[in-house]
């Protein structure tokens, strides 16, 4: 089940990231991105980095996105008026994935509460007695999970570029 969840979750971090690049109206590219951020964020949770995955959906699918669609109504860049993500199937595409998303939320607390029973791992007791908490998490982040890491980076910074080309085209 848990590869199925992971292929699902690719395909939809790959979907979003073409809609975000493949879009015509900024706010609808925006929304991609952000489907792009929490998938990937599921994808890290789905790897055993809850922490990593948290803050990708809080940090950057959330507050910098927000950010972004601030600099979009700043800038006034939709004034196209055509329907971009109104369209019937948007919604019922929505509408699925929002209940496959309930449906595997409620799942994985059922287990979580089945794990809990069994007790606790000892890896991650291991891992803070000897770095602290801080430093598990650290040393997870830069060894192990590095790379997805730095290429949020890398599509942040493009998104900020992307977005000051289109800024400075209008002005």
């Known amino acids: 089940m ?4 992971w292929w699902v979750f690719a395909a939809l971090a790959i979907g979003g990231a073409a809609g975000m690049v493949g879009g015509r109206n900024p706010v609808a590219s925006l929304l991609s991105l952000v489907l ?9 949770v789905l790897m055993q980095a809850h922490f990593i995955g948290v803050i990708q ?3 950057y699918a959330g507050a910098i996105m927000v950010l972004f669609l601030f600099v979009i109504m700043l800038l006034n860049l939709g004034h196209d008026y055509r329907t971009d993500i109104r369209n019937v ?15 595997l939320i409620a799942r994985t607390f059922l287990e979580f509460e089945e ?33 997805g890491f730095e290429l949020v980076a890398l599509l942040l910074l493009a998104a900020i570029i992307g977005a000051m080309l289109l800024a400075k085209r209008r002005v």
């Open 36 to 44: 792009t951020l929490f998938s990937l964020g599921v994808l890290f």
């Open 115 to 147: 794990l809990a029973v069994s007790g606790p791992g000892v890896l991650p007791e291991a891992a803070a007695e000897e770095h602290g908490v801080v430093g598990a998490i650290a040393m997870t982040l830069f060894d192990e999970y590095v790379v």
């Open 2 to 5: 848990t590869e199925f969840i």
């Open 57 to 59: 959906i809080i940090v």
């Open 89 to 103: 199937g948007w919604i019922t595409v929505g509408s699925v994935l929002a209940g496959f998303m309930f449906w």
